[in-house]
């Protein structure tokens, strides 16, 4: 079994940052692509970033230039850097790790709110 957990969600103002982390840990092996998504309130759940294993990285159009995904394969973690926050980045954030364990499957966290004031 793994577990993902989630931190650095929070309350932010506008043009503010936080930085959300995601451990994982359990019965690994290895961890392949990791990546961010976010759901907001009466909207359905859109990918942020993901990283692969050999750092190639991709964003969705509306955080390019503002979040910035990395990983610390020593650490089992994945990050996401949000710089220049706008309130419509307010979302409730999940981690998702594809993990290499006793089977090849993804794992989510448990979400961490995100909400920005203007």
């Known amino acids: 079994q793994v577990q993902l957990v989630e931190s650095g969600g929070g309350l932010v103002q506008a043009g503010g940052s936080l930085r959300l982390s995601c451990a994982a840990s359990g019965s690994i092996f290895r961890l392949n692509a990791m990546g961010w998504y976010r759901q907001a309130p009466g909207k359905q759940r859109e990918l942020v970033a993901a990283?692969?294993?050999?750092?190639?990285?991709n964003y969705a159009d509306s955080v390019k230039g503002r979040f910035t995904i990395s990983r610390d394969n020593a650490k089992n973690t994945v990050y996401l850097q949000m710089n220049s926050l706008k309130p419509e980045d307010t979302a409730v954030y999940y981690c998702?790790?594809?993990?290499?364990?006793?089977?090849?499957?993804?794992?989510w966290g448990q979400g961490t709110r995100v909400t920005v004031s203007s």
């Open positions: 998702n790790v594809w993990v290499v364990g006793s089977t090849v499957r993804d794992y």
């Open positions: 990283i692969t294993t050999g750092g190639i990285t």
